[in-house]
């Protein structure tokens, strides 16, 4: 009970035609010569959703129902979100967002007191680079390890600074090494031991 339309010319296409304000169009072509190909002149419409192997899109959704989704492009990947958010989600669970605020760049762990790990890879081993401690109101710790022994590198002249006003300075200058306090009070040690060696 199908109807059936068919070319029975090797490679010959299928055209759908019609009148465009006076003017003739191939609305549609089915080629033959690639296994009916379908080639749309204009914008295709289809308020239900497209379904392409097991890809959904509809609405505001693209759905995989099982696999990996690889983006591939020769060019860039750009997401331009208006609302000024890029949403991470989990399952339906948000965990983390991007975000403008006011120009600023906001990277956000959206969990109650989940931390921000910044990780790499030496020599073949994953380590984390730097922790932010949530739970610690994004207390730093570098090569957060068992040992608690990662290096903070600072060029000559480049200053860690202390307190809300920068009250206390601690820098070398290529030449020497200080511990300064710009404030207002005392610079007052604890438990000091000097070892000089050389």
């Not at 989704?69 to 208006?82: F, K, P, Q, R």
């Not at 073949?124 to 109101?137: E, F, K, P, R």
């Amino acid at each position: 009970g199908d109807l059936v339309i068919k070319n029975g010319a090797s490679d010959e296409d299928i055209l759908f035609q019609g009148n465009d304000g006076g003017g003739a169009i191939t609305a549609l072509t089915l080629d033959m010569s690639a296994a009916g190909a379908a080639g749309f002149n204009g914008v295709v419409t289809a308020n239900a959703g497209v379904v392409v192997d097991n890809i959904t899109i509809d609405g505001t959704e693209i759905d995989l129902s099982s696999g990996d989704l690889t983006v591939d492009v020769a060019g860039d990947i750009i997401l331009d979100a208006d609302g000024g958010d890029i949403i991470l989600k989990d399952n339906g669970t948000v965990f983390g967002q991007l975000s403008n605020a006011s120009g600023y760049f906001d990277i956000a762990s959206t969990v109650s007191d989940q931390d921000i790990n910044f990780k790499g890879n030496d020599g073949g081993s994953t380590i984390t680079a730097l922790a932010l401690d949530m739970s610690a109101a994004g207390a730093a710790t570098f090569n957060a390890g068992a040992s608690f022994s990662g290096d903070v590198a600072m060029g000559d002249n480049n200053k860690t600074k202390y307190g809300a006003g920068e009250d206390l300075e601690i820098y070398h200058d290529g030449s020497n090494s200080y511990i300064h306090d710009n404030g207002t009070g005392d610079l007052i040690t604890s438990d000091f031991r000097l070892y000089l060696s050389g």
